[in-house]
């Protein structure tokens, strides 16, 4: 059994030690938001935040998390009550088909954490090993900017 | 009289028309029969109005993350005079949309809204003339806002559509004479309205087909041969015994795949599993594709364009040119792998899939199971954006074995190295090119060669991957695309003769990517026109304006060359010694020769020394007539542009005789974000005209530009895409 805090809640589960923590998140948790791109941690699809660093949950044994805190997609906000960085997402209409939109908003905003107001070149230095593959990524630098200049963010 | 009894004549006075008296029994026999009318000159196949007076929009044409769920949305709501937030949309589901086609070819505005908007406004009449008996009155004293009918002058006066014919069917055909609002009046065409489906994407609400779930189900993964030809000899199960959670291996001929409990173990067990296959190198040498290509048997020729006597005269002209284009090997390169859950009972099936064509693939499925078409549904779920048929209709056919096999909902994910290895491939191009200039410096001769594959006929394709593998009959539904688009020369030139060879074979399954044929045909039309330009010694723009007879493509390119400050001067730049030097090169096409003009000016930085090159900027005017939703076009634009810029400098497919060996990013890499260039897009809006198709035209204009600008700012030419810096660096040395 393994123990795993996720957004905020405990979870107990029954699962192979080695298992990957993004079939974890999607499989047993139903999570929507860290997404399967390569299972090699070469396109960041599959990025979730680790006591707040950026990391590739395709290639993250749960068995190693232990008692980092887990936030995903989810734990940001909801379409609701959105996070500031997927606001600024919306408002700058940063997405295509979507699918690498998780990756982009988890590593801008373990970005944002260390350095609040990045310039455009640290803002594709640090999502240069996020893939886009749509062709969104000016859009995309510009919502981490402007998530960057809004309060909370 | 009870108005939900009532049938009444519709505006035109000819069209007899009654909303039907019951909804119709949603549950039909069979998982695959229709739920509703689907018949494309039904208006009940496009449009319900329910009893909330939400109006439900079916679209056989599907939203591939284009925002076209947006915008089909806009169209309805426009022509119906009902608020956007009131529409709803059902995308790609066999037994509830009809079949518009593949989601393909810049077409879904183009065609299947055009045909929307003609549903509506049939519908709209019908809606007006129905409240017009209701409220005793004639249609023109009536006017519609969110949906309910007011009489002018007493709007106290009214009828909702949803009392109209909530819930019920319109049961009237399509009246291509229905009259269309006045594009004047439009409220919600030609606003840049917010994409309905983003905050859920951002949000992880959003169900992906990769996130897509039902009960009971188990996940499969796929075991593909180590060589593309290779056959299954045989399997060693105990392998894999040990693995907890492993339901099965499944074993059809030389398709080979795992289904287990859960997802990792599916995984392990489909690297662990032992399996023999025979040898098989039947793959060309890679560095000999283009030879192979021209000695491949031809098995017809299209003449697509002839004018006048061009082999005449380029034998007359003052001054003849002649080049040889190469293009490679393209991936679609989805970022999440292809995925489909397949739900197979009691011989019948119900599919979930990112199919482009879910009606094309129950076609496909039908052949292989040999199964009437009313026994599969397939319902259309949003992947990662595929730009063309990429390895969706492949997994769904992986799924449909493994169910069928289990008894069980099987979803079959596809590992990189299967998307990458298995997807089906843009073909190689190879395009020769001969012209004459007379004294003046004009055109007078232009003759050209396209070597591309044969596949474009539904009746002649390539089938499926788990069909072919398995040994099961396939319907051939595939074809890459009309590819022969744009070999003809837009320009005005005295004589002409373009000829497509339609070459037998290709070495990769053959598939359409983003603008296929329109792509590598005006890549070679259009930097061989730079050739021309400064062999002429002209400006490049002027050139193209000398010899295009199309008032409307003039004012696009003019509107590229301003927006970029272009000032006229020949190609290549003089006396620049700078260890980077910068050039600029110009692009124009009218796509498909018939429709949405483009114009590009790119920008480049090109490293003398190592033939690096860099795109720093992109300027695109871009004409596509009527525009439904102005962001969305940009959206679609900026795509176009840095998607292109990444296949024409950097990407490559790269094999050995038996195997593709790009598996993944490292050795497939594309465009990252510090190598992306600024997109400046300006869209000509003509409100008054059809709209035309944005998803592809703006990428057929990319490679030139480029090829033009490295060639201004070094003098060296490249012919070959992708320009990585060995073949930029290589054509810089041939010119010291």
Known sequence: MITLTVNGTSHTLDVEPDTPLLYVLRDDLALHGPKFGCGLAQCGSCTVLLDGVAVRSCVTPVSAVGAKKVVTLEGLGTSARPHPMQQAFIDEQAAQCGYCVNGM?????????????????????????????????QRIVAAVKRAATTKGA | MDATRREFLAGSGALVVGFSLVARDAQAQAVGAAAKPLALDDVDAFLSVGRDGIVRVYSGKVDLGTGTRTALRQIAAEELDVALDRVDLVEGDTARTPDQGPTWGSLTIQVGGVQIRQAAATARRALLAAAAERLGASSGDLEVKYGVVRLKNDPTKSAAYAELVGDREFRIKVDKSAPLKDPATYTVVG??????????KVTGEFTYMQDFRVPGMLHGRVIRPPALGATLVSVDESSVTGIKGLVRVVREGSFLGVVAESEWAAIKAARALKATWTAWEGLPDMDRLYQVVRATPVAKDEETLKRGDAVAALGSAAKTLSATYEFGIHLHGSIGPSCAVADWQDGQLMLWSASQATHWLRRELAAMLALPADRIRVQYLDGAGCYGRNGHEDAAADAVLLSRAVGRPVRVQWMRHDEHGWEPKGPPTLVELHGGLDASGNIVAWRSEFWIPKLTLITDGVPLVAASLAGLPGRDAQNPGNIFQNSAPGYAFPNVHAVCHRVETTPFRPSWIRTPGRMQNTYANEAFMDELAAAAGADPVEFRLRHLNDPRGAETLKAAARRAGWTPRPSPRKGAKAAVATGRGVTYVKYENVRTYVACVAEVEVERATGAVRVTRVVVAHDCGQIINPDG???????????????????ELKWDRSMVTSLDWKSYPILTFPEVPRVDVELLSRPAEPPWGAGEPSAAVVPSAISNAIFDAVGARVRTVPFTPARVQAAIRATI
């Open chain 2, 633 to 651: 076009v940009r959206a679609q634009v900026e795509g176009n542009v840095i998607q292109t810029v990444s296949r024409t400098l950097k990407e």
């Open chain 1, 105 to 137: 908003i988890m590593s801008a905003t373990a970005l944002l954490a260390k350095t609040p107001n990045p310039s455009d070149r640290q803002i594709r230095q640090a999502l240069a090993g996020n893939l886009c593959r749509c062709g969104t990524h």
């Open chain 2, 191 to 200: 606003t840049s309205a917010k994409r309905v489906d983003i905050p859920a």
